[in-house]
């Protein structure tokens, strides 16, 4: 067996490429665990929203004819950022035992985690597409914005993600303080019921939340045909790229360090 | 540094942040130095030995060396060399098939892409897996494991190898024909610096030695040299060990 000559000089691209071949991995990996596979990026949403449906519009009796859509637009859109965060800021933490055993930029591992929940989501996103066509929301000029406000959520979902997993491995305790905000954010992000429907003194601080600006940007965009306000849009995207250059200075700052921290 | 010498250590210390249980509830943070004054030369075309007892060191050195780790202090001088850990099974994902996983580890060990898919056949047949390269690893049995994990690491080239112990795996079939395509690599390559316990092996295998002990360098120098003052101080220890 002849070794070959290693001629990986471009490193950048090759990590871009492993990044790409590792949410591949991912994918194909947890298709195979389970019995349906890929079914369950399918079902598992539509059973979370299957209950939450359950409760507000058939218990609660909440909302009306039009309060389905808008409650999953709120669910697809805020269970992407938050199945994303989560998974983003525990990746280098938990690829300490890969980082002992050869040198990898920490960057990588957050944005597989990242790009894997992306996939995840637009296959759910397309059936949520799918699913206001037949329930009589038409496609309009403002989808046009679509790309743009996707494309805005990435960017938050990436800055929030790499600068809570550059700080993970050092202070684990991070990891529940997380799911205790993503538990309290879902219930301030506007998901099942309009930020315009409170008292008006407690919208400003709703509206701080950048998840709920885009939810209420998304629903302009699907349900109502309208442009969405840009001004908070980009806002988030300005502060996003900010954050991402900040988590990506400091993974690459510590990329050394990590290996250290079990 | 010269023109041969391709890394250069002097005086180089690695710490890890410990933390251990303190009264009660409280813990106490301190750091330990795993390395402590570590110094010697690499030259290029060399096969260098590090040997020591277990707690030595050896693998914070070879991680150091792999640039997975910087020194906290002193001076770690390169010259711009590739060196990479020659490491079984990195990254493998038990679901996937065998074919899967040697382009997923390969990746991750630095090959490009086609150069893992240009050799795959060769991996293959090497690792003796035809028959099963596309069932997922999970159903592999440590052999097999052991097996596509060296045949995929070994594809690695870089300017300096660096073994950490696996000379021969699977096996005892396997770890011979494993163990002597390594120690011809080790012989025909351009530079290997080889981490053991086992001072035989050293001796047979590497031009030069370095002798590490509780992270500190004890001796540098040709492979007879340092072995024998290695022996002596082993049987030093066990005598007043006994005593």
Known sequence: MAAIPDRAQNRR???????????????????????????????????SMAVYYGVFALLLDRGGAGFVPFLFVGLVTFRWLNMAI????????????????????????????????????????GLLLGFLWISGYPVAIPYLALPVLLGVELLLIAAVASMLASVMPFVPDLEIILSNSFRILFFVSGI????????ERYQLYLRLNPIASL?????????ENQWPAWTPVLWIAALSVAGIALGVRQIARYDRVYPKLT | MDSATLLSLRNVGVSFPRVRPGRGFRRQRDAFWALKDVSF??????????????????????????GILVPDRGTFTSSGVRSSLLSLNVGMVPHLSGRENIVLSGMLLGLERRQILDCMDAIIAFAELEEFIDDPVSTYSSGMKARLGFATAFQI???????????????????EKSSGVLREKIRSHKTV???????QRIRNLCDRAVWLDKGVTRAEGSTDEVITQYSDFLEESSRSGRR
Not at chain 2, 165 to 174: K, N, Q, S, Y
């Open chain 1, 215 to 223: 939810i209420e940007a998304f629903r302009a965009v699907l349900l």
């Open chain 2, 41 to 66: 030369d690499l030259y290029e075309g060399e096969a260098l030995g590090v040997i020591g007892r277990n707690g030595a060191g050896k693998t914070t050195l070879m991680r150091l060396l792999a």
């Open chain 1, 13 to 47: 691209s090759h990590y871009v490429n492993l990044v790409l071949y590792k949410v591949y991995a991912e994918l194909r990996a947890e298709s195979a665990r389970t019995y349906v596979g890929f079914l369950w990026w399918i079902v598992d949403p539509v059973l």
């Open chain 1, 192 to 199: 099942f019921f309009s930020i315009s429907s409170v008292p």
């Open chain 2, 193 to 199: 610096v080889l981490v053991s316990h086992n001072a």
């Open chain 1, 86 to 125: 989560a998974h983003g800021a525990t990746a280098i933490r938990e690829n300490g035992n890969l980082m002992r055993q050869v040198y990898l930029p920490g960057i990588v591992f957050p944005a597989v985690a990242v790009l894997t929940d992306t996939v995840k989501f637009a296959v759910v996103f």
């Open chain 2, 157 to 175: 080239d870089p300017d300096v190898l660096l073994i950490d112990e696996v000379l021969g795996v699977g096996d005892a079939a396997f770890a």
